[in-house]
Each structure stands twice: as C-alpha cells, then as structure tokens.
Nanobody, 123 residues
C-alpha cells in the first residue's frame, strides 16, 4: 500500500496560482503512475493530470491544458501540481492518487488516495 499526503491548497483569486504537493511513502515501488483528481461540490470526481514515475510522461484533461503542470521528484517520492491562471471552475478538493498501471486516468485504476486538499478560487 502507498500512503499519500497532499498539501498546498488554499484560497486564491481568479488568475492566481497555487502549487500542490503530494508526498508518497510505503510501497512506492509498486506505483507506476501518479495522478491528480478533483471533486467539486455536487459533482463527480474527475481526472486532472497524470505522470509516470519512469520516463515522466504527462497527460492532462482538456480543461487544464496550458494552465496546469504536473511534475515529480523521484528522490523525494513527491509529485506536484502547478496551477496557473486559476478559474472559479477549478474550485474543488484535489486528491493525489497512485496506480500500478501505466498512463491511467480512470479513478478505479488508482488504488491509493490521499486525504485531499481544498482549492478555492474566487471571482
């Protein structure tokens, strides 16, 4: 099992930036892909971005392309989500998740989840 702890959420005005961090521990060797998901009130959880531990390939949902950037630090077992040009529609609880599958974007493929961090963007 992989344990995940997110940090970096907060309150920001539209157009601002935030950087989320996710620290992984435990059986990190079983993790191939790390993902960020988000869930807004009354909405289903949605995939935001993913990155492979080996090779570092990244992929994003269309609504954040060009604004969000996912990165990793293998030495620290950490993953980051840099969020720029934030919009009120980005308001949600953001979750970090780990999958043993490659390039996965389905929530069901991720077996380990963090507790989430709130991001609130005001207009």
């Amino acid at each position: 099992q992989v344990q995940l702890v997110e940090s970096g959420g907060g309150f920001v005005q539209a157009g601002g930036s935030l950087r989320l961090s996710c620290a992984a521990s435990g059986r990190t060797s079983s993790s191939r892909t790390m993902g960020w998901f988000r869930q807004a009130p009354g909405k289903e959880r949605e995939f935001v971005a993913g990155i492979s531990w080996i090779g570092g390939s990244t992929y994003y949902t269309d609504s954040v392309k060009g604004r969000f950037s996912i990165s990793k630090d293998n030495a620290k077992n950490a993953v980051y989500l840099q969020m720029n040009s934030l919009k009120p529609a980005d308001t949600a609880v953001y979750y970090c998740a780990s999958s043993f599958l490659r390039s996965s974007y389905r929530g069901a493929d991720f077996g380990s989840w963090g507790q989430g961090t709130q991001v609130t963007v005001s207009s």
